[in-house]
């Protein structure tokens, strides 16, 4: 038990490191960051058409038909809801119309228990399986790739988030936990047991 307690948490220190790394040195996430020409006029029509505070706001909204509507105003709702939606701009995006309290500090501490939970979930995972050391990085690795899987290619599916994004960020899970997986191997999971006649168990 005490191997599987500093095995996930020397596990969830390795990924917290690496994210640090790879958001503030490679630099390979701001470089599929965009800007607007004129941040400042874009602020101020924000500001003056958010229809609800902090949130994810769409553009086209893609909301529904009014209740009252005819079968015709429906179809013609429809049908130019599907025509901006084709001619674009398209936005999807997370909005704070105005001050709001950032604590670099609080999403540090946040951030390193969201590993460590992560951590100790695969290593509860990776503790029932009989494999040898390089079968349980690839096990942890799959599990980041997993998460990037589930998380990240819906968001390019269905959102439209660049693919260029989409492949860094299921990449930065995987090499996450490629990490997580070298060290928490060390401490957790056993060794298949070979029989008399050679055969794993």
Known sequence: MIKFIIGAFLAAVAVFVWEAVSWTTLGWHENGFRSFRDESAV???????????????????MEDA?????????????EKQAQA?????????IIRPGKGEISMGRNMILSGVRSLICAFLIAALLSQAA???PAR???VAAA???AG???DLPMWIWMEN???DTIVNIADHLIAWIIGGAVLGIFVGRDPVLDHHGHNH
């Open 43 to 61: 602020a101020e029509v924000i500001k003056a058409n958010v229809t609800s505070g902090h949130g994810i706001y769409l553009l086209p909204s």
């Open 66 to 78: 009014p209740k009252l509507a005819t079968a015709e105003e429906k179809t013609a709702f429809e």
């Open 85 to 93: 939606m084709e001619n674009g701009p398209y936005v999807y995006a």
């Open 131 to 133: 494999l040898f050391y």
């Open 137 to 139: 990085i690839a096990f």
């Open 144 to 146: 980041g790739l997993f």
């Open 149 to 151: 899987l589930t998380c």
């Open 162 to 164: 660049p693919g260029r």
